[in-house]
């Protein structure tokens, strides 16, 4: 087709110039130029024609080589282009039309191509710069600002060369690497801000200050401005949060010993309980391990300065009071001893040690502490008798049961059919079984105190008196009892001899008195719900003389002005020497031969 049109052009050409040859040809006859005139004339027209060939196919020929050269170019860009973006695939196509495409359809095929590329490129760099943009961020924020720019600078020309999707994918894993570094570093400096948040909050410190002393953004106002998360900060909290431990841990011994002194003052000065009340708070935290305490401003200074000017004060007070501490203490001391019948030490007693106080010869703190110490030697001593104690408390029980079963015996109407009768009788079976075991249980007493003597090396001391000399003048008197009471029962049978001969020679006769000579004024009665009736007082028969039993109660009572009130455990035998005939026969009567017999059932 291009071959038809160049021939038919060069016709149309060649016809034109002929007809131009005949016009000049014609114009040169006219004229009358000569041949050789024609033939230079013919010759510089051909010379002129070939030069503007010639310049034709120059141009033709640099419009090609340009072609070649815009051709190459694009080829060019376009394997850079598919290289950086790691586009292999696209270029083939091109290898198979290059010999049969002219270079104005190769250009114009490859142009598209190398704009898509270029579209795709840029949107890759955006992709690029987006990816790098939150990696240098987050870097920034782990490793600080400084060194990530330094390494940024240096791998850009390289990132630009390859914009490969394996190159994306490289730099997006990375960023999700850094993401979930800053999210468990972000974690841990907010578990760290909190812990600080606690620590000033017990403490009573500034928390903006303390994180602020740290790195700024951990409490800065400013909404775009991002938590720092580097090394740096996060070593700054740990060391921030040690200290405020040691802090913590220093207030709180501290705060103890205030506490310590603020009860050992109270209990001294016997604060009211809304005085305790107001340091409440504070006072709790004794029992409290140090993780437990968490109460805002607990551990303040204004606090443990409020709590140290309370003990201030009452140490005060205590200085003003203290004769009447002293005082308090020493009655504390003479009722424990009261209770465990030991003898009080002498030296500070009530009036001795007031007049120490009022010379000034003495300290009333040292008096004091001397008391306390006396009252803790005291309890020692007395955890050290309380085996024997317990002893003497069942020797005693035992003493008074004797005690009851005499006056019971002495009772004119115990056997009568009255209420709590059967229980009186129940009783006093119980307690003549209690009464043959006293015998055993003061020998076993007396074994008892002579070991703790030897082991002690000391004298068992009951309200002042040596234990074992009581329990020996309680035997004395308990064998003089029981040999008056053998004497008693002799003499009974004696006068029951005479009044039985008597009656055998004269004849019985009535005694006006005989149901009512030893009728006792207060008879038993049971109590309101039926149970153990009060225990009746005894009345003795005559005016002659008792034979009392020595108990430690009866020791105490004469020794010891606590023990006034306490019952003596004594019996008073029957004198019937004083008692008229008529008298013996209507007790005869009643009680049978022997006083002491149990009743017949």
Not at 67 to 96: C, N, R, W, Y
Not at 217 to 224: D, K, N
């Amino acid at each position: 087709m291009l071959a038809i049109g160049v021939h038919g052009t060069s016709i149309r050409t060649s016809t034109t110039c002929t007809a131009l040859l005949r016009e000049l040809e014609q114009i040169w006859n006219d004229i009358g130029e000569s041949e050789v005139d024609k033939d230079r004339m013919l010759m510089e027209l051909e010379r002129e024609c070939l030069e503007v060939y010639r310049r034709k196919v120059d141009e033709a020929a640099n419009t090609k080589a340009r072609f070649h050269q815009t051709v190459a170019a694009k080829e060019a860009e376009l394997a850079t282009l598919m290289a950086s973006l790691g586009e292999h695939d696209i270029h083939s196509p091109i290898k198979i039309d290059k010999r049969s495409s002219s270079l104005k359809e190769k250009l114009a095929s490859i142009t598209p191509l190398v704009e898509e590329l270029k579209k795709r490129k840029d949107e890759r760099l955006k992709q690029f710069d987006d990816v790098k943009n939150q990696i240098e961020k987050i870097s920034g924020e782990i490793f600080g600002f400084h060194s990530v720019s330094n390494s940024l600078s240096i791998t850009t020309v390289e990132d630009e060369q390859d914009l490969s999707h394996r190159r994306l994918n490289e730099y997006q894993t990375h960023l999700r690497t850094l993401q979930k570094e800053k999210s468990d570093r972000l974690q841990k400096v907010l578990q760290c801000v909190n812990e600080v948040h606690s620590l000033c909050s017990v403490l009573g410190l500034d928390f903006g200050q303390t994180v602020g002393d740290v790195h700024p953004s951990l409490h800065g106002t400013q909404v775009e401005q991002s938590t720092n998360i580097s090394n740096s900060t996060l070593e700054g909290l740990e060391q921030t949060i040690l200290k405020l431990k040691i802090e913590r841990k220093t207030r709180i011994q501290k705060l103890k010993d205030v506490v310590a002194k603020l009860f050992e003052l109270w209990n001294l000065m016997d604060s009211s309980k809304e005085d305790r009340n107001c340091f409440m708070g504070i006072t709790s935290i004794v029992g409290m391990s140090e993780s437990e305490i968490t109460d805002r401003g607990v551990l303040s200074t204004e606090m443990i300065e409020k709590a140290s000017a309370e003990v201030d004060r009452l140490t005060k007070l205590k200085a003003s009071r203290m004769k009447e501490l002293v005082f308090k203490k020493r009655s504390e001391l003479e009722e424990i001893c009261r209770l465990t019948h030991i003898e009080p030490d002498t030296s500070t007693a009530a009036e001795k040690a007031g007049a120490l106080i009022d010379s000034g010869l003495v300290d009333p703190s040292e008096l004091l502490a001397n008391i306390e110490a006396q009252i803790v030697k005291v309890k020692d001593e007395a955890l050290s008798r309380k085996e024997v104690t317990d002893r003497i408390d069942k020797w005693l029980s035992a003493c008074e049961e004797e005690n009851w079963l005499d006056e019971y015996n002495q009772d004119d109407n115990r056997y009568s059919a009255g209420r709590g009768a059967h229980i009186n009788l129940k009783r006093a079976e119980r307690a003549r079984i209690t009464v043959a075991k006293i015998p055993a249980m003061v020998d076993n007493l007396i074994n008892k105190t002579l070991s703790w003597e030897d082991e002690k090396k000391t004298h068992f001391l009951y309200d002042g008196v040596r234990l074992v000399s009581i329990l020996d003048d309680y035997k004395l008197a308990r064998q003089q009892k029981e040999e008056e009471k053998r004497r008693h029962r002799d003499h009974k049978k004696m006068q029951d001899l005479l009044l039985n001969q008597k009656e055998a020679i004269y004849g019985s006769k009535p005694s006006p008195r005989k149901n009512n000579s030893f009728r006792k004024t207060n008879s038993y009665r049971a109590n309101g719900n039926g149970s153990m009736p009060p225990t009746p007082r005894r009345n003795s028969l005559s005016g002659g003389t008792t034979s009392e039993l020595l108990t430690p109660r009866s020791y105490s009572g004469r020794q010891n002005g606590y023990f006034k009130e306490m019952r003596r455990l004594s019996t008073a035998p029957l004198n019937f020497v004083a008692i008229s005939k008529e008298d013996t026969i209507s007790y005869a009567s009643l009680c049978g031969s022997e006083p002491d017999s149990p009743p017949q059932v």
